[in-house]
């Protein structure tokens, strides 16, 4: 099962909004509605911030959202804030066998 | 407050053995299902094994299948990662995850397989 695709890097500045995209397959994120995101600040464990798609957990600022366009997902962070600096992963369900595969990462920077 | 505490990581020879361990608190463990994520340094997650709630569901990523073993005890409030016959490309940092959407992770252990 290959990683699914995502860009290297990504900024915006403070008050932006940015997208990060999330390329799979019709195995994985186009097959099912188990799309998750975590942020990863260096040196700290990842952080889950949206599941099934568009989904957040209690605490996340709704400045998160998340949406699924067949084989894509993507995450989309409003009004950034300086402490959005950090590594984000997608990750989606690509059957029983394999409940995660996650993304190559993308680096948010705030401008 | 959910807490999960990974242990055991340290330095191990190619071929070698480790076993790691995740203690879990502030949660109901046993109605949780679990898994092991891995980090090499500078790179990015990879899911390493996953464990159904009661322990009768395993699965295992194909680059470590054969040579880990999940197993959890519900009675400790423990996960466990047995690792055998580790390979350099196993160096990494382990976290262990919870929750049906890996909602919960430990703190991690760094494993590095050198001579």
């Known amino acids: 099962q290959s990683a699914l695709t995502q860009p290297p890097s990504a900024s915006g500045s403070p008050g932006q909004s940015v997208t990060i995209s999330c390329t799979g397959t019709?195995?994985?994120?186009?097959?099912?509605?188990?799309v998750s995101w975590y942020q990863q600040h260096p040196g700290k464990a990842p952080k889950l911030m949206i599941y099934?798609?568009?989904k957040r957990p209690s605490g996340v600022p709704d400045r998160f959202s998340g949406s699924k366009s067949g084989n894509t997902a993507s995450l989309t962070v409003s009004g950034l804030q300086a402490e959005d600096e950090a590594d984000y992963y997608c990750?989606?369900?690509?059957?029983?066998?394999?409940?995660?595969?996650f993304g190559t990462g993308t680096k948010v920077t705030v401008l | 407050e959910v807490q999960l505490v990974e242990s055991g990581g340290g330095l191990v020879q190619p071929g070698g053995s480790l076993r790691l361990s995740c203690a879990a608190s502030?949660?109901?463990?046993?109605?949780?299902?679990m898994n092991w994520v891995r980090q090499a340094p500078g790179k990015g997650l990879e899911w390493v094994s996953y464990?159904?709630?009661?322990?009768?569901?395993?699965y295992y990523a194909d680059s470590v299948k054969g040579r880990f073993t999940i197993s959890r005890d519900n009675a400790k409030n423990s996960l466990y990662l047995q690792m055998n016959s580790l390979r350099a490309e196993d160096t990494a940092v382990y976290y262990c995850?919870?929750?049906?959407?890996?909602?919960?992770w430990g703190q991690g252990t760094l494993v590095t397989v050198s001579s």
């Open positions: 995850a919870g929750g049906d959407y890996c909602d919960y």
């Open positions: 502030g949660f109901t463990f046993s109605s949780y299902e």
């Open positions: 464990i159904s709630s009661s322990g009768s569901t395993i």
């Open positions: 019709s195995s994985d994120v186009g097959g099912y509605n188990y």
């Open positions: 099934e798609v568009s």
């Open positions: 990750s989606s369900y690509a059957g029983s066998n394999n409940p995660y595969v």
